[in-house]
């Protein structure tokens, strides 16, 4: 069974920084594509970043020169550095990892913004 688990949500002030940790175990070939995707009170969820083994990244237009991701294969750990916060950047991010066809999700993580 993979498990996903999250960590590093929290209060900032616009501005500020924060950087979340999402770690995947139990897939026994490897995890794929790994990432993060937000939802706001009201709003459709959205992918916000995402990351190939091979390092290869996307990102959501919102977040572009703010957000960077990053991985760590020997851990299957993925990172979201997020820098120069905004009010909208408030959200639910939810880790996924990519597996034999299957994203598994973390529980989520609550990040909040205050203006």
């Known amino acids: 069974q993979v498990q996903v688990v999250e960590s590093g949500g929290g209060l900032v002030q616009a501005g500020g920084s924060l950087r979340l940790s999402c770690a995947a175990s139990?897939?026994?070939?490897?995890?794929?594509?790994m990432g993060w995707y937000r939802q706001a009170p009201g709003e459709q969820r959205e992918l916000v970043a995402g990351?190939?083994?091979?390092?290869?990244?996307n990102y959501a237009d919102s977040v572009k020169g703010r957000f960077t991701i990053s991985r760590d294969n020997t851990k299957n750990t993925v990172f979201l550095q997020m820098n120069s916060l905004k009010f909208e950047d408030t959200a639910v991010y939810s880790c996924?990892?990519?597996?034999?066809?299957?994203?598994?999700w973390g529980q989520g993580t609550q990040v909040t913004i205050s203006s």
């Open positions: 990351i190939t083994r091979d390092g290869n990244t």
């Open positions: 139990g897939c026994i070939f490897g995890i794929n594509g």
């Open positions: 996924y990892a990519y597996c034999l066809g299957t994203n598994y």
